[in-house]
């Protein structure tokens, strides 16, 4: 049996939920702290505190919540009320067709949509409340007070239903559950913390599951978060602008955008200065990238290679690029090294031909609770053997162990994956 895995951390963690994480700093920041910002707009953590807790308060009772809305502030907020009160959501790309986002609507047996003034007409043919984000803030019946915590929730509870691109035929909501949710964050914290004059951006549509960690990992450790709107990445110099003016030192990249941003860099012999950490995934890195990018950062940016999907809570493995020398032995056969499990994920090749190369069996603390509508045992969730009550998932791609690292070797179906960065 070939596999690999990484530090179990379960015995020596506390059970602290992620209500709990953000009540904290809801409760324990000052008033004025600025955590998001968009443009020449702040939301502060007094303002978070008081809408969030308007939001969960009309939500909890509501069964699940579909979210139509753009990157905002208050996309946060209403992400963060629906934490407090303890109900999954799932994410609507306004600019899906009517037809896909009643369906995904109807699939996930949302009990009401919250979306903006700007969508509140589109089209849906679907029997599901519709209300608008302003109306929401204008319901008096529940100001100044606070949202109970919801007993019933645990860490198998789900918090999101996301929809995946559909390419193998109708679009799959996965179950995400907060288990997995806590697992992602803490292992980033761990091994790459923040220091506190970082700040991040966030970049990536609500309905990839880049998204979540892209929010939670940052608000909840109190870093400034920065909205970057999609007309921004449209633009390359405007981004380049942003990331300088606001001095981010974290993004999130597919590898054909950190391409085009490393040309033009090149190209106008310009710098980001700031930038400490480039996160890469969604798409395969080469070793001709990873050489690009040290001939433009050099040393005073490291480059994370990360690889997972939406089953399991968007990363399973990581890989450090921290000089152009790094390539010798974290490349293989001209390939680059998606690297190692994250604490409490166990990656497995199942079987391995001659050359040790086979499909991909993901376990552990980050996957998700299957499908919905009880669509758990498929040919992609199948039962842990390690782990009763739990799920493994065939990710369909194909790798090796090498150097105690995992090297991709394309796919064994004829999935295509669409990605938005």
């Avoid at 969030?52 to 009309?58: D, E, S, T």
């Amino acid at each position: 049996m070939m596999y690999l895995e990484g530090p179990s951390t379960l015995k020596d963690e506390s059970k602290v939920s992620i209500r709990e994480l953000l009540i904290e700093v809801l409760e324990r920041s000052p008033c004025s702290h600025v955590c998001v910002i968009l443009d020449k707009d702040e939301l502060t953590i007094s303002m978070l505190s008081e809408r969030a807790n308007r939001i969960g308060l009309l939500m909890k009772n509501e069964s699940c919540v579909g979210i139509c809305m753009d990157l905002s502030l208050e996309l946060i907020i209403v992400l963060c009320g629906l934490i407090l009160c303890g109900v999954p959501y799932v994410p609507l790309e306004p600019r899906l067709p009517d037809e896909r986002l009643t369906y995904i609507i109807d699939d996930s047996e949302a009990s009401i949509v919250i979306t903006t003034d700007e969508y509140h007409n589109i089209s849906l043919n679907t029997k599901t409340k519709v209300v608008t984000y302003k109306e929401l803030l204008l319901d008096e019946s529940v100001a100044n007070k606070r949202c109970s915590n919801p007993e019933e929730i645990n860490l198998e509870s789900i918090f999101c239903i996301m929809y995946t691109s559909g390419s193998t035929g109708r679009p799959k909501g996965v179950r995400l559950p907060y288990r997995a949710l806590l697992n992602r964050l803490k292992w980033q914290w761990k091994r790459f913390p923040f220091n506190k004059n970082e700040v991040c951006c966030l970049k990536t549509s609500i309905s990839f599951v880049d998204s979540i960690a892209e929010i939670f990992a940052p608000l909840l450790q109190r870093i400034p978060l920065i909205v970057i709107p999609k007309s921004l990445l449209l633009d390359v110099n405007q981004l380049i602008s942003v990331l300088n003016n606001h001095c981010v030192t974290r993004i999130i990249l597919v590898p054909s955008l950190l391409s085009v941003l490393l040309e033009y860099l090149s190209i106008e012999n310009t710098k980001i200065n700031s930038l400490c950490f480039i996160i890469c995934s969604g798409e395969t890195l080469s070793p001709n990238l990873v050489e690009s990018f040290f001939d433009t950062f050099e040393s005073n940016c490291e480059l994370l290679n990360l690889y997972g999907s939406t089953e399991v809570m968007a990363d399973v493995t990581y890989e450090v690029f921290s000089s152009r020398n790094d390539l010798q032995r974290k490349c293989f056969d001209g390939r680059t090294s998606i690297g190692k499990p994250i604490d409490n994920i166990r990656v497995e090749i199942l079987n391995p031909d001659d050359d040790g190369i086979g499909e991909l069996l993901i376990s552990g603390e980050g996957v998700a609770n299957g499908y919905h509508h009880g669509q758990m045992l498929t040919d992609k969730f199948i039962p842990d053997i390690n782990n009763k009550g739990k799920f493994s998932f065939r990710t369909g791609d194909m790798g090796k162990i090498w150097n105690q690292r995992i090297i991709l070797f394309g796919r064994c179906d004829n999935q295509v994956s669409f990605h938005f960065n």
